[in-house]
């Protein structure tokens, strides 16, 4: 099993077809993207994510991009579904929050039990939610060792 940095199409692709795969767990946009959408949208924002991908040999399990939207970093996962529940989720979550400075934002669905699980304690501070999602921020920056 290997991590790889997103940096290409071929890449954006795999992510494309994870997250379609997840869509349903996700707390804004559900809908499915075409690989048409998601070439142009890597065009346009490659620059401005973080987002790496977990494969075990060629296949590609699971993966997760931080975006940076008006100066935070947000993230968004998913594992494909036959690997789920083996702790791949926790992992690549806790690589890829490592590879920035800042802290990481996310905002999760309540009933998302998987997606809550994930965003460990050791790592991340619940914030106020609304009673439909929980908000998340990373300890980085504040937490004492
Ligand atoms: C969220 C997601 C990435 C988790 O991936 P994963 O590889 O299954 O994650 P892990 O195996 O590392 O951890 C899953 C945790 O959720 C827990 N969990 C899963 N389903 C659960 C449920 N119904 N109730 C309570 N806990 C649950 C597991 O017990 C595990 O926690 P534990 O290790 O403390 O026991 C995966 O479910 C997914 O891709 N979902 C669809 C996309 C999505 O929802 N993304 C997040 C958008 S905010």
Redesign the pocket.
């Known amino acids: 099993m290997k991590f790889v940095r997103a940096t290409n199409y071929r890449h954006a692709e795999d992510i494309r077809k994870l997250r379609n795969l ?1 869509r ?4 804004k946009d559900n809908s499915l993207i075409t690989s048409e959408q998601q070439k142009k949208w890597w065009k346009k924002n490659a620059d401005s994510v973080v987002a790496y991908l977990y494969y075990d040999g060629e296949i590609p399990v ?1 993966y997760c991009m931080l975006k940076l939207l008006c100066g935070k970093w947000w993230d ?4 494909s579904p036959l ?9 690549v979550l806790g690589y890829v929050i490592r590879k920035v400075d800042n802290d990481v934002w ?4 309540c009933e ?4 809550r ?2 965003h460990v304690p050791e790592d991340w501070e619940e914030l106020n939610g609304d009673g439909k999602f929980v908000n998340f921020r990373t300890w980085k920056g504040r937490k004492v060792d």
């Open positions: 997840g349903k767990g996700f707390s699971g968004s996962i998913a594992v690997y789920r529940g083996h702790g791949i989720g926790k992992k996310s905002v999760v669905r998302n039990k998987a997606s699980a994930i």
